[in-house]
């Protein structure tokens, strides 16, 4: 299966201008949906939205009508390297608590 091609102005949209105001239709909770282009292979029948959170998580959601199960992905843009010194280990915990 041919992936979704995440190109840089995909990870990195104009957050001001790119996004349009949405409400999800049962429980009323308020998000933003990318509204440029996503860039995939034209065999990919798949639908694919960018949505940014309240809380400023990016997520890319894909719809899958022919799936018979669901996923989730995720990745973290950060590590060790960005832990606070005050905190040591801080990141192997994330690690931890994200993936359970």
Known sequence: MEQLHITDETL????????????????????EEYTGTLDQPPTDQ??????????????????????????????VGVGKFAEPAAVPELAHLLEHVITM
């Open 46 to 75: 798949r639908e694919h939205k960018l949505i940014r959170l309240p809380n400023n998580l990016v997520a890319i959601c894909t719809s899958d009508p022919n799936a018979i199960m669901a996923a989730a992905r995720i990745s």
């Open 12 to 31: 990195h949209p104009d957050w001001e201008t790119a996004f349009a105001d949405c409400k999800t239709t049962t429980s009323g909770l308020s998000y």
